[in-house]
């Protein structure tokens, strides 16, 4: 390789590393927001608190849970009352995109065995505006010493 291809070369890699160190960091900043909408919302039970993070819509995919944010406040209203020491320990954070997705082990109670729920969130503009959950008991005994989480 001549000198003048060479120079090219180290001039050109800083600059295609600018659109990935960005996507870096909205991947970041969209992880932070869903992570701090899910404790305000799902462990502090703060709608209000939550709802910043609120784009101007909400999609709801949860079949047993109602749609748009005013559904949310209702479900949130629901939880609250139904299971006031419920409990969500988020095991991981995935980042794909403007999608973040958590494992989470929800317990209703400090001793129930709980639920494996794995939540993915779509952001637009660092606005949550769709959700979708899977949600499995955590079974007493299982096939594998694996565990759930």
Do not use: C
Request: net charge neutral.
């Amino acid at each position: 390789m001549d000198r003048r291809r060479f120079g090219l070369a180290l001039v050109a890699a800083p600059v295609a590393a600018v659109p990935a160190m960005a996507a870096d960091a909205t991947l970041e900043a969209n992880k932070k927001v869903v992570l701090d909408f899910y404790e305000k919302a799902l462990n502090q039970r703060d709608f209000e608190a939550a709802a910043k993070h609120f784009g101007d819509r909400y999609i709801q995919h949860n079949p047993t849970a109602p749609d748009g944010i005013e559904g949310f406040r209702r479900f949130l209203a629901f939880l609250k009352e139904r299971n006031p020491n419920g409990r969500n320990e988020i095991k991981r954070v995935l980042a794909d995109g403007d999608l973040v997705a958590l494992h989470v082990h929800s317990r209703r109670e400090p001793a129930d065995r709980g639920l494996a729920i794995v939540d993915i969130f779509r952001l637009e503009a660092g606005k949550i505006v769709e959700h979708w959950d899977v949600i499995q008991p955590v079974p007493e005994t299982a096939a594998n010493s694996n565990g759930m989480f």
